[in-house]
């Protein structure tokens, strides 16, 4: 455990605590205010009753006027001690982490379809890598995160990028904190903004109608008149025919204004979330990271303008209020300004929104890899090679073993080495390695720090087979959805100029003449396309491949070692085939056989 990290959340902790105190201490105050002033207004409102004076009605008017005044400042009070309650929750995770405990914030597992590499490593799901590192609220911030370790970086000067990024962000935890409990603070149930996107892609019709340029100024000016000269001559009549004009001209449009209306409404907390996220997340210092560069340019260019579209949604739900619908939408045509407004943000902005949203959900990841990393100071930032199909590592972990437990390894793959057979017991380690290789290179090609003392790699396209499901719904058998799942490996390795294969024991489903003969088949095709292979298997013939293809199937394993009637394992991969056997020694002394 980083001692110096646990520290700062432990104080971090400790001063949110003593704000909320200086805030109820503050909210109490507030309330003896409010009493005091509601007070002094019924008193003056008992004076104007039985003797109207000109003193006591200023007096009535101060006394309301204070008392608006302390229910704001209770509202801003209110949302202080709310913004401290969420950083602490925050604080209390990160320390609770820190302390082997699980992650609060989401664990993106229905981001796990059961295939691909994401799977068989363990990407997403309770206690998985995702759930190590998420810090995303929003929707968007989740899909952001989820898509960057689906999608790798595959270009090194990209992944440079995001490691200067992440460096840089990561040395402003105060601005990150604020930002994820800025979102805490105002966290919405999810909305899609997909039928919005659409809607951005759609004609404008009152800004096409002169009519409804005219009349929405006209409009309302005329029964501003009629209005008037009721009022002053007693013709009470006239004011129907207000009501009438105004309903007659918002009928004309109302098919159009309610279907827009319903995309936008309800939309406001949700868009008053993200405003406020791109709002604080403006005040990064970008250095010379081309990428936070980007980021804060954009949410420069987006917060206000998400914050009018907020505005909008917040005007276009309030038109249901019984006083809007019965009065001032007929008179001033409520409904007709609220579209002409909609259109204006339209024509403004329609280009816009799709990367603004999407932004938010950058944000998010980026606060997400800038807490790992300050939370996980003594891992290093790989290095991306230019060269093809190469990984050289040392003191390589898991980084989701507990650092107590880890043991790490060292392996070098050069150029020449096309497949890495990997033999071992049961219990030995091969699968775990193939899972810590696969997940560290997903942290390296994300831009992300990893438990090592050095990781130099080049950028590969991930493939694996390790976990193997069948399917009653697809019909289809253990050994179906493997071969299945083989294909689709060769496939995608010739779609990609370099890929990383992982392969856990494969054809366990027929017999073992059957099995060698397919097994040393598949990994002769592996040899002709363009991969690294790590191929675990409890074949030991497999092993004589290393003859025929001397430096380029190389054999590795994973020993275990038998000691005075006990079993131990090392895990620790060195170079040649493993001897020894485990299987028969436990069915021994467990009295199975």
């Known amino acids: 455990m980083n001692h110096e990290t646990h520290l700062y959340y432990s104080k971090k902790i400790d001063r949110t605590l003593i704000e909320q105190k200086k805030l109820k201490q503050k909210l109490a105050i507030g309330s003896i205010g409010r009493l005091l002033f509601f007070l002094l207004i019924t008193f003056s409102i008992y004076h104007l009753f039985h003797s109207f004076q000109i003193g006591w009605f200023l007096y009535f008017i101060g006394s309301l006027i204070g008392f608006l005044g302390m229910i704001s400042w209770h509202v801003n009070i209110k949302n202080q001690e709310n913004y401290q309650k969420q950083l602490n929750y925050f604080f209390q995770n990160e320390l609770n982490q820190l302390d082997g405990g699980t992650n609060s914030f989401d664990d993106g597992k229905y981001f796990d379809e059961g295939a691909g590499f994401w799977s068989d490593l363990d990407l997403f799901g309770k206690g998985s890598l995702y759930h190590c590192i998420n810090r995303t609220i929003t929707e968007y911030g989740k899909m952001a995160l989820a898509s960057h370790f689906k999608n790798n970086l595959l270009s090194k000067s990209e992944i440079l990028k995001q490691q200067d990024a992440i460096k840089i962000y990561g040395k402003q935890m105060e601005l990150i904190e604020s930002v994820i409990a800025i979102s805490l603070v105002n966290r919405t149930d999810y909305v899609s903004f997909d039928a919005v996107f659409n809607w951005l892609e759609s004609e404008n019709h009152l800004h096409q109608s002169k009519w409804a340029k005219f009349i929405r100024f006209a409009l309302p000016i005329f029964n501003g008149a009629l209005i008037f000269i009721s009022l002053y001559n007693g013709i ?15 009928s004309i449009y109302a098919k159009y204004l309610q279907s827009d209306f319903n995309l936008l409404g309800k939309k406001e907390s949700i868009l008053k979330q993200y405003a406020r996220i791109l709002q604080q997340f403006e005040k990064i210092n970008p250095c010379n990271s081309t990428i936070l560069q980007s980021h804060q340019k954009t949410a420069q260019e987006a917060h206000a303008a998400i914050k009018e579209l907020s505005k909008i949604s917040s005007r276009i739900d309030q038109r249901l209020n019984l006083f809007l619908i019965t ?27 799709t990367k603004w949203i999407a932004l938010v959900g950058e944000v998010e990841k980026l606060n ?13 930032y790989p290095s991306p090679l230019e060269t093809v199909m190469e990984i050289y590592a040392s003191e390589l972990a898991h980084p989701l073993i507990s650092k107590d437990k880890r043991i790490p390894n060292n392996i070098s793959i050069t150029g020449s080495n096309k497949v890495l057979l990997i033999t071992g017991s049961n219990m030995s380690g091969k699968t775990t390695f193939l899972r810590t290789l ?14 090592a003392s050095s990781f ?23 050994f179906m959805a493997e071969l299945k799942k083989l294909s689709a490996i060769k496939v995608g390795i010739k779609n990609n100029k370099a890929s990383l294969v992982l392969i856990d024991e494969i054809l366990r489903g027929t017999n073992s003449e059957d099995k060698y003969f397919g097994s040393a088949e598949f990994v002769k095709e592996m040899l002709a396309l363009n991969c690294i292979t790590l191929f675990a298997t409890h074949d030991l013939k497999l092993s004589e491949l290393e003859k025929d293809y001397p430096n380029i199937v190389v054999n590795y394993c994973f020993e275990s070692m038998i000691e005075k009637n006990d079993l131990f ?3 620790k991969i060195q170079r040649g085939v493993a001897k020894n056997r485990n299987a028969s020694f436990l069915m021994k002394k467990m009295g199975i056989i």
Do not use: C
């Open 236 to 250: 009470n009549s006239l004011l129907g025919i207000v009501f009438v004009l105004g309903w007659v001209q918002i």
């Open 438 to 451: 696969g997940v560290n290179l997903v942290l390296a090609q994300s831009g992300l720090p990893l438990p």
């Open 569 to 571: 394992f090392n895990y």
């Open 368 to 380: 997400s890899f800038a807490v790992f990393s300050f939370n996980n100071k003594e891992y290093i």
């Open 456 to 478: 130099s790699f080049s950028p590969m396209q991930i493939f694996s087979s390790i976990r193997i499901s069948d399917s009653l719904q697809e019909n289809t058998s253990y």
């Open 327 to 353: 009065f001032i939408n007929p008179i001033f045509l409520y409904d007709i300004q609220n579209m002409f407004a909609l259109e204006a943000w339209k024509m403004k902005h329609r280009k816009d929104l």
